[in-house]
């Protein structure tokens, strides 16, 4: 009963769809048209504010009258008269909140306005208010890192929780960003990743920074120090991901939001990321790939996005996946549109659709004027059937706002429109006699807006109003507005737009100008001119006479150098004194108001004056054209040639002007040869004719010569009939007889019109005729369907008739066909290729040209239980008379449906019975993974995963395995047959440290498949072989060292390798390639010293390499012939001389402080009751900054007690006590300013005692640098 309903509402939905059309009440434009509100801005429904700033709630609305506002927060009414920080603008519902008396979170809520006025109630969105965050960074003890070079590391960041959440980024001290890449990279949640660790990652200044944006704050961690070790190497290792962990993870987005997934992996070497789906192909549009390939971005996610993601990190030792399975929620959203107002006149019937999507599938609401719709007055007009409400014979009164709320688990949309009941004449908005402008052969388009309930219906009249304008060339538009598809001088003139509803008829009138276009009849030429020479651009145009042109020249496209030497006139461009810089290409464009055209040439600027040679130059115009031997319809013209310019004339071309019907356009009308001097023109009748001649040479042609006197030929009846004439239908009872038209050249005389005929075909039926003027088409009404015809089109004008019309033929509309084809079968040929056979469907049930035919199949399901139903419809035409056709690229082992239609130039005939199919078996796809587990020094395990396409019954499994040796040449090829329900295998009886390739397929009763690859090693066994070298020997010579040693292994690269004796485990092992040779001499080693020296054999990069016993080398010292600067006398008389002055020195810093010498700050104390105090620096004697640490050291630069300490009192007093309210600066190198006060007397004594106590090493020292 329920499924009856809806059908019945979606039979009424579409007989009413017809009957309406969304209206806007033009409140602008329409004075004192009612209208219930329409919300025109409201705030976004998260509403994240600033603390700083004060509060602005959106609320905008339109309406007649215009509507009041109210608020509510948080579900309940809002007072926000009574509140004193709260002010509502005037003319709108935007609150205002001054957060200057209150804070900012005591208006955190949910807020919802409402506009109504006396026809409805509109209500906006929930705006959740909340307020910005941007919290400190808790307070933590940074333990310093230390890790093993070589060894994975990950340094939190672990922001605080902002509102919005904050952009996270690593910085040194030095506020430069910390370098990243394939090794090092940031994680989406702000941590820092290291797929290995390097020396060179040693540092102290690892800072996370978090930046929040609303607030454009930035929060600081405190700084990481991070000391990597090189103790012992680490092995390279295969990878393992960091994030996500497992081998599979599932993550959930929402559609039209970004979708980020991230695998981080370690690894030695550094692993590469690479990411693929599972289920189909990644978008390569909406796809990026940031942070090295770590994190992959979707924007923009749509359903199609959802499936399996597998990301895989690999390095040189082996690979690693992970799946992350991506789910697509939709929050609701519109299919066709939100709900659009309805203006509807008394009596008249409307709909308002509610049509919106999402997952999981939304619910919907509605309500009127606010208030649940069924807790609303019951109305006999109005009918609720799920997403729509439809309304029948509607009354005055009945005006409404209606809401429609969509939710689901991910958000809602709320749309408000309104049903406004009004009764009003027509209105033309378009203003009256506006003049539209356009040129020739240009689109008019001429606006008629209106307005009126109900909705008027519009019609155009041109002039005197004979006929309404509806057909070529005149189209209306829904919207009112008359299209001229190609615009003719003929089309000009006055336009009549008539609105008509039953309440009456409104009238305006509009003007169009067609404009002749503006050309360049005279274009710039190509010059070569000599540099300080002139030249001279010319750019004549022809335009409309009513249009003002505009002439505008450019160099290269810029604008002209503004140099006094480009001279411009009305049509040309003069450059004198022309320089090389003047070369380029110049362009003259001529602009209207309406249309433009331009024109360019080049100028070449060459060095100097040619050598004089014969100048070879276009001809010069003829002249003294003369007319004699005139005609009806002939004349003899004759003139006399210019100057060849040493080439000569190759031909005469002879044009005419026509200035009855084509004033001002030249045409070709002959040529003769460049020996003759006079033509015999044939003319037509009704013609004004000018002829003007053009000499050509090698050069070019001249310029034409001056016109002729006018020659006018007497009318006459046409001499040819129209062209291109054709029948056709443009409906299923109609036939229309086109052609193309004569021109007023061919008419040959005023008055011209066609005679049109027409007749059914087979038919001993007499001509029917019609008489046509001023167009090119005539529709013949109540035809038979498709019959063929018989056309003529005779020109006739007022002096008689063109000759007899050739015979047309053509056919009326076509409808579309009433019978499907009969004795449909399929013969399966294999798995993937069906062949569908029919028979002919009679050519009078086709009622049409017969296009053709189509077949429709689709994949019903497949025979195999784990293949998902298919029921998207394929289909295949065949165009022509066929009787069968195939279907290709079939799905094996599955059922299909088809059926077959016929197609004529109208459409498809009816469907034939639908049949179906079934498909053989056919050979599997390939297993979907093939994976190497637990190898080990003589075995293996094979995993792998059923084919994804059975197509049939999986038989078995072939898996083909064969070594590879260090050359990748392949070995013997070993062939293992696997049963049906097996998914793994063990190979036992494999080569240690050996290379191998797998090959598996699946197979079915058809065959196999292809096969799916991989490779692997087996492991070294723990007791390595023995090494492949013997007699390692050496020799040391003068010239070095000589290895000499036996090989008997297969690895071909062979070093020799050499280190210090005593070397530690960070230096590297010098090594030399010596493939194919039994010694080396090694040169490098340097003498007195003891070396370690084996030798190296290396093979594939998965096996270990073999290495010989070490060789300990002493290389013999070599005397030094160096002379020792040590034992030198000049030397030592140098050492002995800095000596004394030192001590000279320190005699004199001893008397002088003995005699009562003071510090320089000690007279500063003197001098001034309040003196300052700076303690003294090392390096330079002035007086730095002050030192007070944990660990009680002396002030830098001051003096020390000679028993090296420092008492408490005097190093752990605050700062503040030696200045007046303890304010400081600091100086311009960064150390403390203070103000010594003179705390206390026993202070001053104490240092009066200081500077004359007995003398010890260190004061002595200051007293230097002092005097220094």
Known sequence: MMARRRMDAALLVLFLGHLVTALEVPLDLLEGLPQPPTITHQSPKDFIIDPRENIIIHCDAKGKPHPSFSWTRNGTHFDTENDPNVNMRSHSGTLVVDISREKAEHYEGVYQCTARNKHGTAVSNNVVVRQSRSPLWSKERVKPIVVQEGVSLMLPCRPPAGLPPPIIFWMDNNFQRLPQGKRVSQSLNGDLYFSNVRKEDSRNDYICYARFPHTQTIQQKQPITVRVLNQAPVDERRP??????????????????????????????????????????LPAMRTSFLHYNKTLRIVNVSESDAGDYRCKARNQLGTVHHTIHVAVKAAPYWISGAPRNLVLAPGENGVLTCRASGTPKPSISWAMNGIPIENSPKDLSRKVEDDTIIFTDVQTGSSAVYQCNVSNDYGYLLSNAFVNVLSEPPRVLTEANKVYQVITNSKALIDCSSFGSPIPKITWFKDSRSSTLDGDPYFVHDNGTLEINVAQAQNSGKYTCAARNSLGIYENHVYLEVKEPTRIVKQPEYKVVQRGRSVVFECKVKHDP????????????????????????????????????????????MNTTLDNDSASAELTVVEGTPTPAVVYERPDPPTDLELT?????????????GDEHNSPTQKFLIQYEDSLHHRGQWHNLTEVPGTKTTVHLKLSPHAHYTFRVLALNAEGFSRPSFPSRVYKTDPAAPDENPTGVRGFGTEHNNLVISWTPLTGFQSNG????????????????????????????????????????????????????GPEPAIAHGYSGEDLPIAAPENVQAVVLNSTLAEIHWDHVPVNLIRGHLKGYKVYYWKKHSLHKHNPDHM???????????????????????????NVRVYNGKGEGPVSPTQQFKTPEGVPGPPTSLVVTNPNLDSLTLEWSPPREHNGHITGYTLRYQPVNNSNELGPVEELALTANETSVTLPHLKYSTYYKFYLNAKTVTGAGPAISQEAVTIVDEVRPASPFGNVSSLVGEDGALISWEYWGPEKNVYVEYILENSEGEEEWQKELVNGSQNVMLKDLKGGLSYRVRLVAKGHHDQ???????????????????????????????????ALLILILLIICFIQRNKGGKYPVKEKEDAHTDPEFQPMKDDDCTFGEYSDNEDHKPLKGSRTPS????????????????????????????????QYSGKSASRDTAEGHESSEAPSPINAMNSLNSFV
Not at 555 to 582: A, F, M, W, Y
Not at 886 to 895: D, E, K, N, Q, R
């Open 629 to 641: 031997d005139q005609k009806k319809r002939s004349v003899q013209l004759t003139w006399t040639p």
């Open 1203 to 1234: 028993n090296g300490t420092v008492k408490r009192d005097d190093s752990d007093d605050s700062l503040v006590d030696y200045g007046d309210g303890g304010d400081g600066q600091f100086n311009e190198d960064g150390s403390f300013i203070g």
């Open 1104 to 1138: 270990l390499p073999h290495c010989s016993k070490e060789l300990l080398v002493t290389v013999p010292a070599v005397a030094s012939r160096q002379v020792d600067i040590a034992t030198q006398g000049w030397f030592i008389g140098l050492m002995c001389a800095i």
């Open 750 to 801: 005023p008055g011209l019109h066609y005679k049109v005929m027409w007749r059914q075909k087979a038919v001993d039926l007499d001509w029917t005729s019609v008489t046509v003027a001023n167009n090119s088409q005539f529709v013949v009404s109540g035809t038979p369907t498709f019959v063929p015809y018989e056309l003529k089109v005779q020109a006739v004008n007022d002096h008689g008739a």
């Open 240 to 281: 393992i991901f960091l994030i996500p962990s497992g081998s599979s993870s599932s993550k959930m987005v929402l559609r039209g939001h970004i979708l980020e997934m991230e695998c981080i992996a370690e690894g030695l070497p550094t692993p590469e990321i690479l990411w693929s789906k599972v289920s189909g192909d």
């Open 872 to 898: 998207e419809k394929d289909i295949l035409t065949f165009s022509g008379n066929h009787s069968h056709g195939m279907l290709p690229g079939l799905h094996p082992f599955s059922i299909y449906s088809f």
């Open 546 to 589: 009513s249009l003002i042109p505009t002439m505008t020249w450019l160099k290269d496209d810029g604008e002209l150098p503004d140099d006094e030497r480009l001279i411009v006139d009305s049509d040309s461009l003069t450059i004198t004194d022309v320089t090389e810089n003047d070369a380029g290409v110049y362009t003259c464009i």
